[in-house]
Nanobody, 119 residues
């Protein structure tokens, strides 16, 4: 059974930083593309960043480029999202997701962690 467990969310002032972590179990971690998504109230869930299984291909959405950094540690079956210079518009529930090798969509999701940025 695949499980993704996020941690690290919280309340922070604008300009501050947070680091989200996601630990996976039940899958061959280094085979899979991992990503962070976020969903603000009343809005769709959007991808924030993704990283390939070997960590060589990384992408960040335009709203977070230069402020957020995705990384992974395959020895720990973990993926991270370092968030700096946070803005109130970054407030959302952040989800970790896994896309298995050869698949075209993210099939496994964590429960989400709330990030709230106060102005």
């Amino acid at each position: 059974q695949v499980q993704l467990v996020e941690s690290g969310g919280g309340l922070v002032q604008a300009g501050g930083s947070l680091r989200l972590s996601c630990v996976a179990s039940g899958l061959t971690f280094n085979y899979n593309t991992m990503a962070w998504f976020r969903q603000a109230p009343g809005k769709e869930r959007d991808i924030v960043a993704s990283i390939s299984g070997d960590g060589r291909r990384i992408g960040h959405a335009d709203p977070v480029k230069g402020r957020f950094t995705i990384s992974r540690d395959n020895a720990k079956d973990a993926v991270y999202l370092e968030m700096n210079r946070l803005k109130p518009e970054d407030t959302a529930v952040y989800y970790c997701a896994a896309k298995l090798r050869g698949r075209d969509r993210y099939e496994y999701w964590g429960q989400g962690t709330q990030v709230t940025v106060s102005s």
